[in-house]
């Protein structure tokens, strides 16, 4: 019997739903939770209220996703992933596993987050942007697309990383600081 773990808040209760049931969308349902075609959830999965999951979305034993987040299509969740509240993962998002993500988080289409990587309140991973494992990403952190953040990176609340910059792995970065896109014309470059 593979279970998932479902919060009903009306009665302030955590109950089980058997995936092997014939019956197991509509009780999704009843909870407010809509699931596509081809999802694959794995043992022991939490899912809150109101949380949406597109079609050929994996996800890992574990994982808990709490209310209010959306999860795209062909997306996958590794197990033990812990995803807050009003999260929302566009299509073809990879998650690694053990990361954990504060409530307010976006992916963007494309993007990788790789193993034990934590992301913050507010953060935004722009589509195609991808963060090495045990990187933290703190507070309201803006990072645009096609960015590249490797292994062991701490960047500081409110930091921007600008579309293409790379940040190589050990890095760690003040609360505020910018990286500047390669593609930025300094004064110099500019044409009239």
């Known amino acids: 019997m593979r279970e998932i773990w479902v919060y009903d808040a009306e009665n302030r209760e955590y109950y089980t739903l058997d ?4 019956s197991f969308k509509d009780s999704l349902k009843e909870a407010g939770i809509e699931i596509g075609e081809n999802v694959l959830i794995g043992e022991g999965v939490y899912l809150g209220q109101y949380v949406t999951i597109a079609d050929n979305v ?11 987040c959306n999860v795209g299509e062909h997306t996958v969740i590794d197990p033990f992933a812990i995803l807050g509240s009003r999260i929302l993962i566009e299509e073809n998002v990879f998650v690694g596993s053990h990361c954990m993500f504060g409530d307010s988080v976006t992916l963007k289409r494309g993007s ?16 195609q942007s991808s ?4 990187s933290c990403i703190q507070r309201n952190t ?3 697309d096609h960015v590249v953040i490797q292994e062991f990176v701490h ?10 910059a790379f940040v190589s792995r050990n890095t760690t970065l ?11 014309k300094t004064n110099e470059e500019e044409v009239s």
């Not at 963060?131 to 045990?134: A, K, L, T």
């Not at 960047?155 to 293409?164: M, P, Q, R, T």
């Open 155 to 164: 960047l500081g609340d409110d930091s921007v990383i600008e579309k293409g």
């Open 19 to 22: 995936q092997d049931n014939p």
């Open 142 to 144: 803006h990072i645009d």
């Open 58 to 68: 994996t996800i890992g034993d574990g994982v808990e996703i709490e209310d209010f």
């Open 112 to 127: 990788r987050i790789a193993r034990e990587v934590d992301l913050e309140y507010g953060v935004y991973v722009g589509g």
């Open 174 to 184: 003040p609360k505020g600081a910018v990286v500047p896109s390669p593609y930025t």
């Open 131 to 134: 963060i090495g494992e045990c």
